[in-house]
């Protein structure tokens, strides 16, 4: 497609329920980002992926939080028994093959409520 | 652990007066540098950035940067704002060859007319 699309735009849960926020980047990225951003916050890494490899997953603050690429296009984040702080706007990117030197494309984030 | 500081959370300015947003980061290594602005609701976009050569770097919508090794300090300009100019801007660090930011918590620019 012409950009990262993310879905669900906006997502509301109760706590405890298990999500998952999909990505489809760029077709041909090999790169792809998930960062997390809360409210009034700047994002946060969360983990990285070259094609179907997780290469980083240093930032994923806990272990409710899984994410994967198994054919190396579309990804999906998935937190299990949602939390409160889990709230903030889920952002995902991508690059392409020569690198991006951090100026990737971004997705336009999914908002996830945790009530 | 690098970091980025950007030292105003709001700047409000009228049309057609120039601005700067500062920015701040700490490294041990070589960085790479960035600015993103975020419209309401919307992803992060790309304004510019710095890599390597010259320090004065021209992006897009009028924006400039300047990166300065001493000072550890890539600050934003614009000789004249836009209303449309209103939204946040992110300032970003990458270190040495990986492609990870870390980003600043963000400087709200609103634009009076």
């Known amino acids: 497609g012409a950009g990262v699309s993310q879905s669900p735009r906006y997502k509301v849960a109760k706590r405890g329920q298990d999500v998952a926020l999909r990505c489809d980047p760029i077709?041909?990225?090999?790169?792809l980002f998930w960062y997390q951003q809360a409210l009034g916050q700047g994002p946060e890494f969360l983990t990285y992926?070259?094609?179907?490899?997780?290469?980083?997953k240093s930032g994923l603050p806990s272990d409710r939080f899984f994410a994967e690429r198994p054919e190396g296009s579309v990804s999906t984040l998935k937190i299990q028994r949602t939390q409160q702080e889990d709230s903030a706007v889920y952002l995902c990117?991508?690059?392409?093959?020569?690198?991006?030197?951090?100026?990737?494309?971004f997705g336009s984030g999914t908002r996830l409520t945790v009530v | 652990a690098q970091s980025v500081t950007q030292l105003d959370s709001q700047v409000p300015v009228f049309e057609e007066a120039p601005v700067e947003l500062r920015c701040n980061y700490s490294?041990?290594?070589?960085?790479?540098l960035f600015w993103y602005v975020q419209y309401p609701n919307q992803g992060l976009q790309l304004l510019l950035k710095?890599?390597?050569?010259?320090?004065l770097v021209k992006g897009i919508n009028g924006f400039e940067a300047e990166f300065n090794k001493s000072q550890t300090s890539f600050h934003l300009r614009k000789p004249s704002v836009h209303i449309s100019d209103t939204a946040e801007y992110f300032c970003?660090?990458?270190?040495?060859?990986?492609?990870?930011?870390?980003f600043g918590t963000g400087t709200r620019l609103q634009v009076f007319p």
């Open positions: 990117a991508s690059s392409p093959p020569q690198g991006a030197f951090g100026g990737y494309t």
């Open positions: 077709s041909g990225h090999v790169s």
């Open positions: 992926f070259q094609n179907e490899a997780q290469l980083d």
């Open positions: 490294s041990s290594v070589s960085v790479y």
């Open positions: 710095y890599l390597s050569g010259s320090t």
């Open positions: 970003a660090v990458s270190e040495g060859n990986t492609d990870k930011l870390i």
